[in-house]
Nanobody, 115 residues
Framework: QVQLVESGGGLVQPGGSLRLSCAASGIVFSVYAMHWYRQAPGKQRVLVAVITSDGSTNYEDSVKGRFTISRDNAKNTVYLQMNTLTSEDTAVYYC?????????WGQGTQVTVSS
């Protein structure tokens, strides 16, 4: 059974930082491209960052320079380090693993940026 379990969300003040984690099980993690998406209230889910199986990364424009995606294949975990957070970053953050025609989602973790 495939599971992706996110953690690390919460309430943070503007300008603060959070690190999200997504622990995967039931897949050969190292061959999957791992993604972080987010969905703000009333908006569509959008791709925030991706890291391929060979470690290449890409980011949505609004988070470039602030967010860093990384992976630890020994721990089957992908991370999203988020710095200089603003209210615009408030959303539910979802982890996703893709390989060929397979796609798996986590349950999401809430990130709220507010003073």
């Amino acid at each position: 059974q495939v599971q992706l379990v996110e953690s690390g969300g919460g309430l943070v003040q503007p300008g603060g930082s959070l690190r999200l984690s997504c622990a995967a099980s039931g897949i050969v993690f190292s061959v999957y491209a791992m993604h972080w998406y987010r969905q703000a209230p009333g908006k569509q889910r959008v791709l925030v960052a991706v890291i391929t199986s060979d470690g290449s990364t890409n980011y949505e424009d609004s988070v470039k320079g602030r967010f860093t995606i990384s992976r630890d294949n020994a721990k089957n975990t992908v991370y999203l380090q988020m710095n200089t957070l603003t209210s615009e970053d408030t959303a539910v953050y979802y982890c996703n693993g893709k390989r060929l025609f397979q796609s798996y989602w986590g349950q999401g973790t809430q990130v709220t940026v507010s003073s």
